[in-house]
């Protein structure tokens, strides 16, 4: 019986071997970007204020300049509500870094369009991971605002984030990528927050008639509701779409 024989690989082989193998991690694969859903109040006037805005932006800013300080607006709105535990002049303060965010988070993506810069794939993850976070500190900082009760906040950020990850699983699964739920996106809940800060500078203690709860914990509470309510409706919408188009 002949011994087995034992291939003997060179070091060279070895290397090429290895870099054969990466190559196909290196090759960029092909993307195709979801079909952009956007049917809220503010979209259509939104919209043409964003290219009115994108076709006027020095070419010294960029798209990443612009994220950058949609990013920082956030992080400073939720110091802004933490500082208004001790000035109500914080409220104020925050309503100005939300109108900064939605600058720069709205206009980043308008800006590369219209110079024709776009980067599908880091553009959207970057976006939205930073929404994620961005929805962290502006929770973190109404949590300890003095304004909502921390529970309420906290349970805001598992409903938008349960949200919003339902919206990148149909975004990846169905090519479908909603950017808004009832007619209520992104700028409708900066909107909303921005009247609510406005009515509490100047009444600190304001209730809704009929409720003796403060005004951000019912809105909050309304808020969770809501938006788990159609995290579940669109799970269930998406499942059932997903078993068709994949029956066994």
């Not at 499942?239 to 029956?247: I, N, S």
């Amino acid at each position: 019986m002949n011994p087995p024989q034992i291939a003997h690989t060179s070091p060279t082989h070895k290397i090429t071997s290895s870099a054969n193998s990466a190559k196909p991690f290196l090759r960029p694969p092909k993307f195709k970007n979801a079909t952009r859903l956007q049917n809220s109040f503010t979209a259509a006037s939104e919209r043409k204020a964003l290219l009115w805005l994108g076709a006027r932006m020095p070419p010294s800013i960029n798209s990443d300049h612009l994220t950058l300080l949609g990013f920082a607006a956030m992080f400073l709105a939720g110091c802004s509500y933490a500082l208004a535990r001790w000035t109500p002049w914080g409220l104020l303060l925050a309503t100005l870094c939300l109108a900064l965010n939605w600058f720069g988070d709205s206009l980043d993506g308008t800006l590369a369009r219209v110079r024709s810069r776009q980067r599908p794939r880091y553009g959207f993850y970057v976006d939205h991971i930073i929404d994620s976070f961005g929805a962290l500190f502006l929770m973190g900082g109404l949590a300890a605002s003095g304004y909502i009760d921390w529970r309420i906040a906290m349970g805001l950020l598992v409903a938008f984030l349960l949200l919003s990850i339902e919206s990148y699983l149909a975004s990846y699964t169905l090519g479908i990528f909603r950017l808004s739920f009832a007619k209520f996106g992104p700028t409708e809940i900066r909107i909303l927050l921005a009247i609510a800060n406005t009515i509490l500078f100047f009444l600190p203690a304001a209730r809704i008639s009929g409720w003796s709860a403060r005004l951000f914990d019912i809105g909050g509470a309304i808020a969770i509701v809501a938006m788990t309510a159609m995290a579940i409706v669109a799970a269930v919408t998406h499942t059932l779409a997903l078993y068709r188009q994949e029956t066994l």
